[in-house]
């Protein structure tokens, strides 16, 4: 198979793989569409290696025995591993399961890891089935375009009583404010890139503060009554967000990250009576019937958020 390999700084290129092999509970999928997530950060830096890529859509082509799904079957492919038995696992929140399984050590296997490439592996109860009426570009946004924020929806509870404070507008910030919009709340953004606060203004988010205006605090306080946004989502990284959001959100409000950034102070979590959220994945066990829900009332906005779509070879 042809897989994605970095081969210096700013350089990748295609190279030739052995197909992935498959035993057990393991199913091997076509993929036919890779949302691209942190792997620029690996072609930036110049990172070398050939196993790019977490999230994926595709078609079921193999399966070892019997399994949860079959040869044909439209799939997301859900990110990470979990040993399926553990507690953890057993809940649907496998992204946490704290039993690490190498998948290749258990098939037998050099490949099937990677994203980037014709084929992955992944286990059976790992792979969400797609509805008929939905696109893989649009299904694969249930990766961590739509994934890890609808999981702060979940745990804050959005609705559309809510002002929803969203750090961050790239690809899962711009996913944030897709479900929070879907769920009828008006979304303020805090981004610096012109492009991603355009994007975020055209699909309904109500106004972008830039992080780098000295005053960007008392912005988001005028635009919330004097009080701050009723919950928050942090999807930047950025050191200095989390605080930040602390201060920007109403006393007794929520903030969930999603972003692995900085430091919130204990004081002011407790002198807010703020509720912090960790939000890394969403749980497919529970909520798949209301991603999908998700999914199928966003596609307009999807189409915009999607912003550019390349063929393999083009990588
Ligand atoms: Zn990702
Ligand atoms: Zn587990």
Known sequence: MKVVAITGKRECELVDRPDPRIKGNYVRVKILVAP????????RDGNPGDCLGHEAAGEVVETA??????VGDRVVVMPQNGCGKCRLCLAGEHIH???????????GTPTGRATYAQYCIQQDWLLVPIPEDLSYDHAAM???GLGPTFNAMELMGVDRFDTVLISGLGPVGLGGAVNALFRGARVIGIEANAYRAALARSIGVAAVIDPNDP??????MDL?????????????SAQAAPALLAEAT?????LASVGWGGPIAASRIVGRGLTIHGAWHWNHFLHTDRMMHTIRGTKSMLDRTITHQFPMSRV
């Open 224 to 236: 919330t009554g004097g009080l701050g946004a009723d919950k928050s989502v942090e999807t930047s």
């Open 215 to 220: 005053d960007a605090r008392a912005q988001i």
């Open 36 to 43: 691209m997530c942190t792997e620029f950060h690996q072609y």
């Open 97 to 107: 399961c704290q039993t690490p399984i190498d998948p290749l050590a258990i098939c």
């Open 142 to 144: 249930a990766c961590c």
């Open 65 to 70: 025995g019997p399994a949860r799904v079959n």
């Open 250 to 254: 109403r006393p007794k409000g929520h």
